[in-house]
């Protein structure tokens, strides 16, 4: 990092983050990404660990949406007043 930047962080109010805070946050987001946790490089910029983070939660809702949906419509095949439906209702909330 430029000294200009670690300067200005240092001097900052406790409230901001330091760069060895930053680097420790980024190293442990690279541990939850599957993208870049199975790849082959342990050379990966904070940048694109930050893209492939929004890329990979973006995913993730969708998977939530789509799990939502198949709950829903095997909702409407049961009884309503069944133990599996009682289940699927507490998945859905």
Not at 16 to 37: A, G, N, W
Not at 50 to 55: F, K, N, P, R, V
């Amino acid at each position: 990092m430029s000294d200009r930047r670690s300067s200005r962080t240092q001097s900052g109010p406790s409230s901001r983050i330091t760069d060895d805070q930053m680097i420790e946050l980024v190293s442990k987001l690279r541990q939850h990404l599957p993208e870049i946790r199975n790849g082959r490089s342990d050379k990966v910029s904070a940048s694109k660990v930050l893209q492939e983070t929004c890329s990979y939660i973006r995913s993730l809702h969708r998977e939530v949406d789509d799990l939502s949906e198949r709950l829903s419509q095997l909702l409407s095949t049961v009884d309503a007043d069944s133990a599996e439906a009682a289940i699927i209702r507490s998945l859905i909330a």
